[in-house]
């Protein structure tokens, strides 16, 4: 009686592995795939954008410099360019400019005399499915405004990490079994330790 109840358990057990292996196993390739999506775009906003008079010496123009991300992940695509004259709108109602990714540089034209305008700028590598985070916010006050024009930083804050934890909190907060399976693992381990215990017992 001892013996079939002992094969019953281990049956029970076997099973019960087999299934977590799977779940774990595609719990994995999911989870893979999530890190694989983030690490392809670029990991870090363009560097060093300056806001200057442009060299036609229109005073309603200016010409944005910068430096490629320092974690570019590939090849840039193209650069996306936000501008407004309201620093407070949403990034989605900023005009923006597209420019190949091969230039480092870019004139804007038409900007309202006597106006301060900000700038931030993104990139987008060949193989992203997504744009890297924005740069720092740079402020210019074209001519009209003060005695000459101005740009200085608004922001120094830069998201910078390959993948930040609050991407991949949203993602287990927002799949429940990926928790399943951490407590379906710890709870594997006790039901094996109980069973070695019980096996020593009856011997």
Not at 85 to 101: E, F, N, P, S
């Amino acid at each position: 009686m001892q013996l079939i109840k002992f094969l019953l358990l281990t049956c029970i057990l076997h099973v019960y592995i087999y299934i977590h292996i799977y779940i774990c196993t595609y719990t994995c390739i999911r989870l893979f795939n999530f890190l694989r999506t983030y690490a392809t775009a670029p990991s870090s906003s363009p560097r060093d954008l300056t806001v200057l008079p442009a060299a036609s010496g229109d005073p309603e123009a200016v010409l944005l410099n910068w430096q490629p991300p320092k974690y570019s992940n590939g090849d840039i695509e193209e650069y996306l360019i936000y501008y407004t004259d309201r620093v407070m709108l949403a990034d989605k109602d900023w005009t923006i400019h597209y420019v190949q990714g091969d230039k480092l540089s870019h004139e804007i034209r038409n900007l309202l005399p006597k106006t301060k305008y900000y700038f931030k700028i993104q990139a987008r590598n060949v193989k992203g499915r997504g744009y890297g985070p924005l740069s720092p916010v740079q402020t210019f006050a074209p001519f009209g405004l003060g005695s000459r024009p101005t740009a200085t930083v608004l922001s120094s804050s830069e998201k910078g990490s390959n993948l930040r934890w609050s991407d991949l909190l949203s993602v287990l907060s927002s799949n429940p079994m990926y928790i399943a399976v951490v407590v379906a693992f710890f709870a594997l381990i006790l039901l094996c330790i109980v069973l070695v215990a019980a096996c020593g017992l009856k011997r």
